[in-house]
C-alpha cells in the first residue's frame, strides 16, 4: 500500500506541533526570580512539582514543556529564596506574643506601667514580660524593684530584659526561690544596693530564678508554637534555626509538623542540659522532613547590654568588671568533646572578646585544624583583630546578627572604648576570615522581620536613617552577601543546603514574593519591602 505524500507530511506537523508536556502542580510565571544558583542566575519562571522545583527558566520553555494544574502570574515581582533566620528564639517569641511586651519602653516608670496595665486574668500566677533596655533610658543604671514591689506586693513579676541576659525581680518572686544577700551562683550576679537585693539578676542568677516557675502545658506550648509560625510567614521566614530548645518542646515541634500543623521548618539547637544530652546521645542526631535535631546550644559568657559579655580588659564604663563565664572551662571542653564523639554540632554564644577566643581556642584542640564539622560562633560580637584569622584556621562559621550593630551603636563605645570597637560588629572582616557567615536576629531580641537585617547588613543604619554613611561603614555587606547570609549561607550552617536556601532543580520549593526587589531599588527603602506570599514546601503559607 501506498501511503499519499501528503499525508504523511499531514502526520508529520501533528507530530512535531504537539510535543508532551509533563504534568506538574503549578507554574510561577512572569516573575524575576533570583535563585542564588552558582552563577547567581536570575529567570522569569519556575515548575513547582510534590513541593519540589522541578524548572527554572524562561516563560516559553516552562509552558512548552509543562502541563500545570495551576498557573500563577506574577506580573514581574520579586521571588527570594525562603528567608531563614539562624539564630532566633522561634518558640520564646511564641511565648512572648502572650506576655507583657516591654520593648521600645523609656523609663522604669513606663515600664511600670505597662505591666500594671496588662490584663491580668489569674491573680495567683507568675507576671512574665520581656524587651526593657535600660540604655534606652534617661537614667541608664539599673532599676531597682521598690516600683515593682509597690504594685505587685504578693504576686510574683520575673521581667527579662531584651537581650535575655538580665531580669528584674520582685520581692515575692525573689522570696519564691529563696534567694538573699547571701546567695551565691556562678556564672550570674545578683545586684545588691543598700543591703538589699534589688531584684535585678544577671545571667545565671536569672536562670536559676526562673527553674521556679511553673512549666507551661502542652497546650500552651502548641498556641504559641502556631502563633509564632503565622508571624514568621508574615515576614517570609520558612526556616528557623531555633538557639536553645528543651526534648519536650522537640517532641511537640515533631508531633504538630507530622500532623500538618507546623508547616515551617526548624533547625533545633538543644538548650545544655543532662535531659537532653541522655536523650539525644543515646539516640543520634534526628530528622524528618522539616525537622532537624543534631546541635547543641552552649552560653560561654552573658550579653554586651547587661555587661555580662566577657571581656580581655574591664568594661571602659565600670572599671575593675570584665563579665561573667557562665561555666567553668574544664566544663565546656568535656561538653564540647561528648558532643563531637556523639556526631552533635556545637554552636557557642560568644559575645565578648575573652569568650570569643576561649571558645575558639577550645574548637581548634579538638578539631585540630580544616574540617567539615561546621561548629558555629553565635553573634561573634566582639572578637580581638588578631583573633579573626581563626575562624579559617578551623572551619568555624560565624552566626552574625546584623541588627545588633545598629541597635548597640548608640552605647557601645561606653562598654568598650576605642580601641576594642575594632573588632566590635565587624560583620565583613568575619566573613573576609570565614569565607561564609550566616544571619540572623535573635528575635524576638531584635525585629523577627529579616528585611530589617538586611537592612542593616548593606547600610550600618537604623531606620531612622542615622547616621549618615552608616555605622563603621567600612563593615557594610554587599545586597549578595546579605541575602546569602539569610538563604545559601544559612542553610549551609544548618547542614540543609541541599533542601533548602537557593531555588534550583532539586530544591525544596520554599520561597517568598516580595512588592519590591530589595537587589535594585535605594538601598534606604529595602526594609519598607513587603512579602505578597510565602511558599514552603511549594504550598502557600501566607497570602498579603
Given at each position: ?7 504523511l ?12 508536556k ?15 544558583s ?8 519556575m ?17 512548552s ?35 507583657v ?27 512574665q514580660?520581656?524587651?526593657w ?10 532599676p ?13 513579676v ?6 535575655g ?10 522570696k ?7 546567695t551565691k551562683?556562678?556564672?550570674g550576679?545578683?545586684?545588691?544596693k ?68 507546623l ?10 542540659n ?6 539525644y546521645?543515646k ?14 546550644k ?6 554586651l547590654g ?53 571558645t575558639l ?135 540543609m543546603e ?45 497570602k498579603?
Amino acid at each position: 500500500m501506498i501511503i499519499p505524500t501528503y499525508f504523511l507530511s499531514l502526520l508529520s506537523v501533528l507530530f512535531y506541533s504537539a510535543p508532551i508536556k509533563t504534568r506538574t502542580d503549578f507554574l510561577i510565571l512572569n516573575a524575576r526570580i533570583y535563585t542564588l544558583s552558582a552563577n547567581n542566575t536570575i529567570v522569569e519562571a519556575m515548575a513547582i512539582d510534590k513541593g519540589k522545583i522541578v524548572f527554572v527558566g524562561s516563560n516559553a520553555d516552562a509552558e512548552s514543556a509543562y502541563l500545570p494544574d495551576h498557573k500563577i502570574n506574577l506580573s514581574g515581582t520579586t521571588i527570594f529564596p525562603g528567608f531563614i533566620d539562624a539564630h532566633c528564639h522561634f518558640y520564646g517569641y511564641g511565648e512572648q506574643l502572650n506576655r507583657v511586651n516591654l520593648t521600645g519602653t523609656k523609663s522604669w516608670t513606663e515600664v511600670i506601667n505597662a505591666i500594671t496595665g496588662f490584663p491580668i486574668t489569674d491573680k495567683t500566677a507568675w507576671i512574665q514580660g520581656r524587651g526593657w533596655d535600660q540604655n534606652d533610658w534617661d537614667i541608664k543604671d539599673f532599676p531597682t524593684n521598690e516600683l515593682l514591689n509597690n504594685a505587685f506586693p504578693l504576686q510574683p513579676v520575673f521581667i527579662k530584659r531584651i537581650d535575655g541576659h538580665a531580669a528584674i525581680a520582685n520581692d515575692a518572686a525573689l522570696k519564691i526561690a529563696g534567694f538573699s544577700t547571701s546567695t551565691k551562683i556562678y556564672g550570674g550576679e545578683l545586684k545588691i544596693k543598700n543591703g538589699r537585693l534589688t531584684g535585678v539578676l544577671i545571667d545565671n542568677a536569672m536562670d536559676s530564678l526562673e527553674k521556679f516557675i511553673p512549666l507551661a502545658d502542652k497546650k500552651n506550648i502548641e498556641e504559641n508554637l502556631l502563633a509564632a509560625q503565622q508571624k514568621c510567614f508574615a515576614v517570609g521566614l520558612t526556616t528557623v534555626s531555633d538557639a536553645g530548645l528543651d526534648k519536650n518542646v522537640i517532641d511537640i515541634i515533631d508531633s504538630l509538623q507530622q500532623s500538618g500543623l507546623l508547616k515551617m521548618r526548624v533547625y533545633a539547637m538543644l538548650a545544655d542540659n543532662e535531659i537532653n544530652r541522655n536523650y539525644y546521645f543515646k539516640h543520634g542526631p534526628y530528622k524528618t522532613e522539616r525537622l532537624s535535631v543534631r546541635a547543641f546550644k552552649f552560653y560561654i559568657d552573658g550579653a554586651l547590654g547587661s555587661r555580662g559579655a566577657l571581656m580581655k580588659k574591664s568594661y571602659t564604663d565600670q572599671s575593675n568588671y570584665s563579665g561573667l563565664l557562665l561555666k567553668p572551662i574544664d566544663y565546656f571542653n568535656r561538653k564540647f568533646a561528648e558532643c563531637e564523639a556523639n556526631g552533635f554540632q556545637i554552636c557557642a554564644h560568644c559575645i565578648g572578646d575573652s569568650a570569643n577566643k576561649l571558645t575558639l581556642d577550645l574548637y581548634g584542640n579538638l578539631l585540630g585544624g580544616k574540617n567539615i564539622k561546621r561548629w558555629r560562633i553565635e553573634h561573634a560580637q566582639v572578637v580581638s583583630p588578631a583573633d579573626m584569622k581563626l575562624f579559617a584556621a578551623y572551619n568555624i562559621i560565624p552566626s552574625i546578627q546584623p541588627c545588633f550593630a545598629t541597635s548597640d551603636m548608640y552605647w557601645s563605645k561606653d562598654r568598650l572604648g576605642d580601641a576594642r570597637m575594632t573588632g566590635a560588629y565587624s560583620w565583613k572582616t568575619l566573613l573576609q576570615n570565614a569565607g561564609i557567615i550566616a544571619c540572623g536576629s535573635d528575635f524576638p531580641i531584635e525585629d523577627i522581620n529579616p528585611l530589617s537585617g538586611f537592612f542593616a547588613a548593606i547600610t550600618r543604619m537604623d531606620q531612622k536613617l542615622f547616621p549618615s554613611g552608616g555605622f563603621m561603614p567600612e563593615q557594610k555587606l554587599t545586597r549578595l552577601e546579605a541575602l546569602k547570609g539569610m538563604t545559601a549561607w544559612a542553610a549551609y550552617a544548618n547542614f540543609m543546603e541541599e533542601e533548602v536556601g537557593s531555588l534550583t532543580i532539586g530544591k525544596k520549593a520554599d520561597f517568598v514574593v516580595l512588592d519590591k526587589d530589595i537587589m535594585n531599588i535605594p538601598e534606604t527603602e529595602t526594609f519598607k519591602a513587603q512579602v505578597l506570599m510565602t511558599f514552603v514546601n511549594g504550598e502557600m503559607v501566607y497570602k498579603k
